[in-house]
């Protein structure tokens, strides 16, 4: 049943338990966002050293959806290059996209990241109008970085 | 009583099964059905009698116009209305609002004067006062809510002072259900000397409303959420105040002359809908008119109060469920917005529709409201003439679901 695809035990856990949620001190790298339409709302605080986010916090507020796209994301992201982390966020983009069956997925053999869990995303490309909800944070994160780089 | 089961029949969508469930449509607050009686009458103009009103000598022009007008005419005897002119027909209740703001707040309104308003309002009541602020240096003031989720009328009263030029107040919350005291907010308005405006989005399509003893001095509604269709609006206004009132749109029909630097304005109604009006949108509504009016308004609230009674009850049962809005039927309507504790609005929201059961999850276009209450999205079921207690049954058994999946049933 879709329901169940939806809510899968992984996404319950990271919305009653959301990992990085934390104010980041020192951070040098901030973006907002919010879905207007509902109510959703992220904050992203990264640390950027060199071309490697080595630390991140994910705070805000909304749906199951929104909140474990946000945990899991910050667990997938801390450490990694800005190039893998537009490369990741491609690919999750990718595959929430309604016609995304032809994205090559998001590669498990990859080291350091927990993309089992954000593949529990999937099952959000049923409900069209909960994809907005899991990209939140990822938009989010783009326009952190974007920031970043602009100065 | 009413005859429910013979109203479901008019409604050809409430035989859709949603996702193999029957369909247990809870969010007439923000649009309503449509019986096949507007849909017909719509129908029959464009198939029968369509051309532009006011405009062509000729006959479908003539059929048109007079089914218009015919329109205004029922919508006026609907609410009681002093003559057909005090009805002018808009695009939404939206456009209604701001109507009266640009053509009433932005002409009179002058810095230092303010604008009385309460923190339950839709964005339509409050969004138009913010621009109309800004241009003319007037202040936007709130009515405040009491613990019971009803206007505060202590505090509200020391609020009524000569610097009140306009009072914007709801006639029925959107979210909570309320319905405020209109009458003494008239009162307290009419001894400051301001003019009332009643937005009567969820009042109208809800409760019997008399527009001569109403104590409002302008009314604005829309159609959709009273069986009608989208894209037509209606603002009533005192007739004397209209004619004072200036146009907020310029454009054909609402003329009477037009040279190259000036231009003269046509009566009321006309003067206020510029352009080739909704007109069909129009008809539309007068049979939605014409339907409610035969169920009689008295009996739609009667009917909505006992769905909601029976509701308020049966949501009592689900753990974690508060509810924001009074804990009784009392001047209250059939808009129920709730919490449930450790599951989001949208997750609700979505987990309801898989067992057939439409509600709103967000904001409610209330913000500044759900901000006070401390809430950033509820959930909302809210009920209508065609609405029965097995709905009700059916949003009771659907949150059970939501809590089993989330893991909070205690299992």
């Known amino acids: ?23 980041l001190g020192g951070a040098n790298a901030v973006a907002e966002g919010n879905n207007p339409l509902c109510g959703d709302e992220v904050r992203i605080e990264l640390l950027i050293e060199g071309d490697e986010v080595t630390a991140i916090g994910v705070t805000g507020h909304g749906c199951s959806i929104s909140q474990a796209s946000g945990s899991m994301m910050g667990d997938a992201v801390k450490g990694r290059s800005i190039e893998a982390i537009r490369t990741l966020t491609g690919r999750f983009k990718g595959m929430m996209s309604i016609d995304g069956a032809g994205d090559p997925g998001l590669d498990p053999s990859r080291p350091g990241a927990v993309l089992g869990d954000l593949e529990a995303l999937q099952g959000v490309r049923k409900f069209p109008v909960r994809i907005k909800c899991a990209n939140l944070p990822w938009t989010t994160l783009e326009e952190a970085i974007k920031g970043f780089e602009e100065g | 009583m009413m005859d429910t089961e013979s109203i479901r029949s008019d409604f050809p969508i409430l035989e859709r099964r949603i996702n193999g469930r029957r369909l247990a449509f809870l969010d007439s607050a923000a649009s309503s059905q449509k019986p096949v009686q507007v849909l017909d009458a719509m129908a029959d103009i464009y198939r029968n009698s369509y051309a532009n009103v006011h405009r062509g000598a000729y006959t479908l022009s003539q059929e048109a116009t007079e089914a218009y007008e015919e329109a205004r005419h029922k919508v006026a005897v609907f609410l009681n209305a002093a003559s057909d002119e005090e009805i002018i027909f808009t695009r939404s209740a939206t456009a209604a609002m701001n109507l009266f703001a640009y053509g009433w707040g932005l002409n009179i ?21 913010h621009i109309i602020a800004r241009h003319t240096g007037a202040e936007l003031c709130y009515m405040e809510l009491t613990d019971d989720y009803r206007l505060d009328m202590e505090s509200a009263r020391e609020r009524f002072d000569e610097r009140v030029k306009v009072v914007a107040v709801s006639g029925m919350s959107n979210v909570l259900g309320t319905m405020p005291p209109v009458d003494e907010i008239a009162r307290l308005a009419r001894e400051v000397g301001a003019v009332l405006l009643v937005d009567g989005a969820q009042l109208v399509p809800h409760a019997p409303v008399d527009v001569q003893t109403l104590g409002a001095d302008f009314l604005g509604f829309s159609g959709h959420k009273m069986l009608g269709p989208t894209g037509i609006g209606v603002l009533w206004g005192r007739r004397e105040l209209l004619e004072s009132m200036e146009p907020a749109e310029g454009g054909g029909e609402m003329i009477r002359d037009v040279r190259l630097h000036d231009s003269d304005w046509a009566e009321v109604p006309h003067k206020f809908e510029a352009g080739t009006p909704p007109f069909v949108e129009a008809i539309g509504l007068g049979a939605a008119v014409d339907y409610l009016s035969a169920i009689g308004m008295d009996a739609v609230l009667e009917h909505d109060r006992d769905l909601t009674g029976y509701a308020l009850e049966r949501l009592a049962e689900v753990p974690g469920l508060s509810v924001q809005g009074p804990a009784d039927t009392v001047d209250r309507g059939g808009a129920i917005s709730f919490d449930l ?24 276009c209330a913000k500044p409201l759900l901000r006070s209450l401390g809430l950033t999205a509820s959930t909302r079921a809210s009920f209508y003439v065609y609405n029965v207690a097995e709905d009700v049954d059916a949003l009771v058994d659907a949150l059970a679901v939501a809590r089993r999946i989330f893991g909070l049933d205690g299992a």
């Open chain 2, 109 to 129: 309104l002058k810095p230092g004067d303010r604008i009385l308003t309460s923190v339950m309002e839709h964005h339509a009541n409050i969004v138009p006062w």
């Open chain 2, 341 to 364: 504790a450790g599951i989001h609005a949208h997750d609700v929201a979505t987990i309801l529709d898989q067992e057939g059961v439409a509600v709103r999850a967000g904001h409610h």
């Open chain 1, 1 to 23: 049943m879709a329901l169940e695809e939806l809510y899968r035990e992984v996404i319950l856990d990271h919305y009653r338990s959301p990992r990085n949620r934390q104010a």
